[in-house]
C-alpha cells in the first residue's frame, strides 16, 4: 500500500512551557508544540497525521533524560498509541533493554515529564497499559511501533522502551515478518535512498475489538508509512508504506 506524505497544518508556537503531555486545550491549536521536529516538513511546512481531539488521545513528546527522542499520539481508552513518529538516522548496534517504562503524566499530571519505570507513579495504570497487562502471554508481546531496529544511538534505544510505544502483537509476526518485511525493509530502503536527505517515519496500529486482561485493545492491524524530503529543496522524493494484519502469518 502506498501512503503519500500526510496532511499539511500551520503551527504556531507560543512562548509557553508546556508539559510533555500536551493539554487538550492547547493540542488542538498546535500538535505536538514541543516535539514538531519529528513530523515531516515538506516545503518548510511541518505536515501531521490525523490528530484526534477527544480527550482520550494524548499526544506525547516522549521524552528521556530531558531530551525529546519521538512523538506518540495515545489513546488512554484504548491504552494503545495510535502511532508513533520519528526521524530515522540510520542504525547503530546498541544494546537491547528490559527494563520498560511509562508516561507519568498521563496518570498524574505533576508526574516527570521523563518517562521512567512505573514505581513511584501516583495512579500508575489508570490511563495506560503497565508491564503486568503483558504477563502471562503467550500469543501476544510487546510490540514496539517505534523499533529498536531503526534507532542510532543508546539512549534513543532506551527510549523506545516505553509501554506507551507498545500494543499488544502477534509473537510470530513480532519476530518474523513485521521485523524482516516492514521493519527491515524500510531501513534498507531509507539507508539506499534517503540518507543523504530527511527520512520520517510514521508507525500505528489500527485499534481491534479483543482487549487483553480486559484493559488493553489488541490492534487489528499494524502499519508504517515513510516519507523523504530532499536535504535542500525539502521536497518530497520518497514515500512508502505497509499495513499487516496483526496475526500469525508464518508461511
Ligand atoms: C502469571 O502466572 C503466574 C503463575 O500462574 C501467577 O502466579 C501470576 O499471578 C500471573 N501474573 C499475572 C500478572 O497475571
Ligand atoms: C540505557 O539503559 C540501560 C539499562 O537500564 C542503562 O544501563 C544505560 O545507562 C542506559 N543508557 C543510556 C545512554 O541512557
Known sequence: MQLTCLLSFIVLLPALVLP?????QIAAHTPFVNCNEFFAKPGGIVTFPTIFNQNQYKQICQKYNNMYEFATLYNTDDK???YSAYLYRGNEVCDRKNTWY??????????SPN????RGVNGAGEHQALNTDYKNQTEY??????????????????ATYTLTNAAPQDRSLNRGKWRVQVEGATKTFLDAHCFSGFAYVVTGVVPGIKKLKNRVIIPSFFWSAYCCLDKTSMKPTYSGGFITPNNNQRD
Open 20 to 24: 510533555e503531555v500536551i493539554p487538550p
Open 80 to 82: 494503545i498509541p495510535v
Open 102 to 111: 511509562i508516561e507519568p503524566q498521563l496518570d498524574d499530571p505533576n508526574g
Open 115 to 118: 518517562m521512567r519505570p512505573k
Open 141 to 158: 508481546e510487546r510490540g514496539h511501533l517505534y523499533p529498536v531496529f531503526h534507532t542510532f544511538q543508546q539512549c534513543t534505544v532506551n
